[in-house]
Each structure stands twice: as structure tokens, then as C-alpha cells.
């Protein structure tokens, strides 16, 4: 079910989830919101329903021009208020994670549990940030502002090099919905995606010793979108975190985990 809560464009993997113990899905920049369904079977086996929202700029969410990561978060706490749901494993992918341990800051007593996929981690400033990526380009505009950035959109193009072959076999098999999902979110512009780098590398407006769910950070040891190094300072700055880390997996392929770390 597709339907707009607290302004946000929101989908739902049942008609009434109220009660429910619920998948909550933060989506990777950039995407639509959309419920994929390899995210659908995993809960489904695990007997979770699933919520997805679309993030400010995002399909049918309206822009918050400047949002951070913590701003995400405190505006997905009416949407479960609305919903009626009984507690969230907050669930992000690669831009989505950030936000989803953000939810654990804004939501404590409904948000327990954390499982991000190849987040990354919050900016440092230094240029070892960027060390690992294949093309860290667009992040870096980022850090130089929304003017830098948006020039660098004019030019930006996908670097096949920064998917690795185990990528490309889960984008041509159970991972297909993403590849298909990134490309229906290009009929509603790029700020969504600009709005996410700009945030990452902002202050994220929580802070991560504060977090107290328990956070699993699974991430692919040959990860060249976001390197390994990521998810060991995510761990080390967050009290309750372990890394999971998969050998053989890139930035998409590491998704394919998503049913087991449940």
C-alpha cells in the first residue's frame, strides 16, 4: 500500500500495521521508496511486515532544503506514531544506513535493533574519508558545498569499476528490483540524492555514543563504493555495534545477507 503520512510519500507491505512488529526500510541513494521484494520475503520469513518511506526529495516526499541525517529521523517518528507500530528493526542500505541509526537516536523505545548495509560513516573532514572509493567524487563536491555539488551533477557519470563482479550478479538476479528502482527514481530529479551526500558529510545532529540499540554493520569486504573502513569507525563510535563482514561482497551483493543477519 502506497499512501502520504505526516507528508511523507509511505509504503506498506500490509494494509494495517498497527500493532505489528515492523521492518522499517531505509532506502539507498538513490531509490523511491518503492518496497522491494527481496525486502518483502526476508520479513515476510520473519514474520515483520514492512514500512518504507521515501526521504525528503525523494519521489513523492517534499524537499527540506539543508536536512541533516538527525532531521530524517525525527520526521519518521509521527509516521510510525500513525501507524500504531509495536517496535522497529530499522533496516538500512548503503545512504539509508546513516538514517537508520539515526532512528535508533530518535526513537529509543521503539527502535532496539540496527542493521545497516555498507553505510557510511559520519565525515571527518580528513582526506582518508574518501580512501577506498572508487569514485568519490560527488561526495567530495559535497563537502565543498550545495553550489559545488550541483555543478558536479552536470557531469557525473555511474563508474562501472566501482561494482564489483558479485555486484553485477545480484543486480542480474534477486537484486534486479534495485537496478530498476534507481532508474524510475530519475523522473523526480536529483535532489534527493544531492540532499543525502550534502547530509553525509554535514554533522549528522546526533550523536553516535548516544546510541543505545544494538547496531549489526554488514559490510563486503570488496565494498569500493563504501570501503570497509566505514563500518570499523562506525563500530568503534557506536556502544552497542558489531561488524559483520562479508568476504567476496561489494556494495550491492552484501544485500543478499539481508534474510540471515534478521
Given amino acids: 500500500m502506497r499512501t502520504t503520512v505526516a507528508g511523507l510519500d509511505v509504503h506498506t507491505s500490509h494494509d494495517h500495521v498497527a500493532g505489528r512488529d515492523v521492518l522499517l526500510w531505509h532506502h539507498g541513494s538513490p531509490q523511491t521508496g518503492a518496497i522491494l521484494p527481496p525486502v518483502q520475503a526476508a520479513a515476510d520469513a520473519r514474520g515483520l511486515a514492512v514500512v518504507s518511506v521515501a526521504r525528503p526529495a525523494y ?41 537508520a ?74 537484486w534486479a528490483s534495485l537496478g530498476a528502482d534507481v532508474a524510475a527514481s530519475e523522473s523526480y530529479g536529483i535532489d534527493g540524492l544531492l540532499d543525502d551526500d550534502l547530509a553525509f558529510v554535514r554533522p549528522w545532529g546526533f550523536a553516535l555514543d548516544g546510541v543505545a540499540a544494538s547496531v549489526l554493520l554488514v559490510q563486503g569486504e570488496e565494498d569500493r563504493v563504501i570501503p570497509p573502513r566505514h563500518a570499523r569507525f562506525l563500530s568503534e563510535a557506536l556502544p552497542h555495534a558489531t561488524v559483520d563482514l562479508r568476504p567476496g561482497d561489494g556494495h550491492v551483493s552484501v544485500l543478499r545477507h539481508l534474510s540471515a543477519v534478521l
Avoid: K, N
Fill in 59 to 99: 519521489a513523492g516526499s517534499p524537499r527540506i532544503p539543508g536536512r541533516s541525517v538527525a532531521d530524517v529521523a525525527a520526521g519518521l517518528r509521527p509516521v510510525m506514531e500513525a501507524l500504531g507500530v509495536a517496535s522497529v528493526i530499522s533496516v538500512g542500505a548503503s545512504g539509508g544506513g546513516p538514517h
Fill in 101 to 174: 541509526i539515526a532512528c535508533a537516536a530518535a526513537m529509543p523505545g521503539l527502535v532496539r535493533r540496527v542493521v545497516t548495509f555498507a553505510s557510511p560513516a559520519p565525515f571527518d573532514g580528513s582526506d582518508e574519508w574518501f580512501a577506498g572509493m572508487q569514485a568519490p567524487q560527488a561526495l567530495r563536491a559535497a563537502a565543498e558545498g550545495e553550489e559545488a555539488r550541483r555543478r558536479f551533477a552536470e557531469i557525473d557519470e555511474f563508474d562501472p569499476a566501482s561494482f564489483v563482479d558479485a555486484d553485477y550478479a545480484a543486480l542480474d538476479g534477486e
